[in-house]
Each structure stands twice: as C-alpha cells, then as structure tokens.
C-alpha cells in the first residue's frame, strides 16, 4: 500500500491564479478530509468526505472547494488563491467510524501564494 | 522534564530525562483524544489514544492523562530521546460531529 498519496510536493500561485491539490488513497477508507497548517498552528479541517458522493464543509472551507467522486481520490480545489491560503495543506484518511492510529496522513503540500 | 501548558510553545529538556507535555480541550462532547507527533516537514503520527472513559493508558514510553473534570489532556514520555524532538499535538474527536479537532502543539526539544 502506498497510503495516502499528496501531489504536488510545493506550489507557488500567484493571487487569483486557480489550481487543485491532488489526494489518493489505496486502503479503501471511506473517511478523507483535507487540513490546514499555518506556521506554528495545529491543523485546521477544511472539507471532509464520508464516502465517495459525499462532502461536508469543516471549521474553514471558504475559498476551497472538494468533490469525492471515488473512494481513492479527493482533490482540494483553490478556485481563486488569496496570499491568506498559504499554508500547508495535509489529506488524510481513515475507515469509517475509526480514528486514531487507522487515521493516516499524507507527506503534505506546501502552497505560497503571492 | 517540566509541565507546560499549549501557551508556551517549545519545551526543552535533557535527553533521558521525562518529558511532560499538557493540552487543554473545550469540547465537553468529546469522547475520544489522541496526541499525534509531527515531524519537520512530515505528516502528524499518532502516538497514542485514550477514550473518555479512562483517565489513564500506557504505551511504550509514553503514557496519556486525562483528567475530563478540568478538560485536561497530558502527554508524558518517559526517558526522552534525541528522536522525540518533534512538535506535538493533541487531538479530540467528537463521534457525533465526526470532526478531529486539533490544539495548537508543543515543540518538544532535546538536548543531548
């Protein structure tokens, strides 16, 4: 299993520049969610997914959008990036009802945005 | 090692020393914590979890206190070692909201 997979590593977007931050997991979880990370901060939810079909908005969704249209896949859409939504964006996933250790996170995508 | 709250941000302590590190929750609703570690430029690790139920779990090295009357969590690590330095986190779950709730983190520095 690769587990949860984040693509790109790093990205810089210029203001109003649109862009989709690719997450991928192959232990068929049913849960994904994508966090924030601002410098010295714990993560901050932004969407999450409780099956394929199925999104909800968490503490911070605006500005983002998310669409689960398979299991494995849940991108992360910026459709308009503002320097606000610099950060470090993390997927994770886990089985429905589980948390804890079946919780996976994936490396991360650090976004600048000037 | 020293008893810090998340308002105090890094703590340092001599390697072999006992690491203590304190987190402070809200939600009363909340029936499931967890303390993750974070690594430079890696994603959270879990560590260890402890369910509102108990007030006490051991794992290796480390153990979890919470006290739910003072909505106090507490990572402890017992003889720190160079590979701890890390910033750590708490973490709540609420089961009905199905949301994982961070706290701020502690930087856990230690010194050879």
């Known amino acids: 299993n690769a587990g949860v997979t984040q693509t790109p590593k790093f990205q810089v977007l210029k203001t109003g520049q649109s862009m989709t931050l690719q997450c991928a997991q192959d232990?068929?979880?049913?849960?994904m969610s994508w966090y924030r990370q601002d410098p010295g901060m714990g993560l901050r939810l932004i969407h999450y997914s409780v099956g394929a079909g199925i999104t909800d908005q968490g503490e911070v969704p605006n500005g983002y959008n998310v669409s689960r249209s398979t299991t494995e896949d849940f991108p992360l859409r910026l459709l308009s990036a503002a320097p606000s939504q610099t950060s470090v964006y993390f997927c994770?996933?886990?089985?429905?009802?589980?948390?804890?250790?079946?919780?996976?996170f994936g490396p991360g995508t650090r976004l600048l945005v000037l | 090692g020293e008893s810090v709250g998340l308002h105090l941000p890094t703590l340092s302590v001599q390697e072999g020393d006992n690491s203590i590190i304190n987190c402070a929750y809200s939600n009363s609703a909340s029936d499931y914590f967890i303390w993750y570690k974070q690594e430079s430029g890696k994603g959270p690790q879990f560590i260890i979890d402890?369910?509102?139920?108990?007030d006490k779990r051991q794992g290796q090295r480390v153990t979890v206190l919470l006290n739910k009357t003072v909505k106090h969590l507490s990572l402890q690590i017992a003889a720190t070692q160079p590979g701890d330095s890390a910033v750590y986190f708490c973490?709540?779950?609420?089961?009905?909201?199905?949301?994982?709730?961070f706290g701020g983190g502690t930087r856990l520095m230690v010194k050879p």
């Open positions: 232990m068929n979880h049913e849960y």
């Open positions: 994770a996933s886990r089985p429905q009802g589980g948390a804890g250790e079946t919780q996976y």
């Open positions: 402890i369910r509102s139920n108990m």
């Open positions: 973490a709540d779950f609420n089961n009905a909201g199905n949301m994982l709730t």
